[in-house]
């Protein structure tokens, strides 16, 4: 059963950093991508970051370029968006997702706030 849990989501002041992390089971991260949403309410759902079964194969939204940093630790199977730089326009609830064999997956999703 492919489970996708995410973690590390917190308030932060502009400027701030925070690591989030996705433990997936059922799936192995190191053959398909792995990818991280974020929400607003109101507003759809859009794609921030996302990793394939190569780690030279990235994925970022423009306005995060540079900024966040998507990694994976195939031991783990484990996913990771460091976020530097955190500015109010990143506050959301982050989602890690993948598909398999046609079929999506999301996890329950970890709030990240920014604000002074």
């Known amino acids: 059963q492919e489970q996708l849990v995410e973690s590390g989501g917190d308030s932060v002041q502009p400027g701030g950093s925070l690591r989030l992390s996705c433990a997936v089971s059922?799936?192995?991260?190191?053959?398909?991508?792995i990818g991280w949403f974020r929400q607003v309410p109101g507003k759809e759902r859009e794609g921030v970051s996302c990793i394939g079964s190569s780690t030279e194969d990235t994925y970022y939204l423009d306005s995060v370029k540079g900024r966040f940093t998507i990694s994976k630790d195939n031991a783990q199977n484990t996913v990771y968006l460091q976020m530097n730089r955190l500015k109010p326009d990143d506050t959301a609830v982050y989602y890690c997702w993948t598909m398999t064999a046609g079929q999506e997956y999301w996890g329950q999703g970890t709030q990240v706030t920014v604000s002074s």
């Open positions: 059922g799936v192995s991260v190191d053959s398909y991508a």
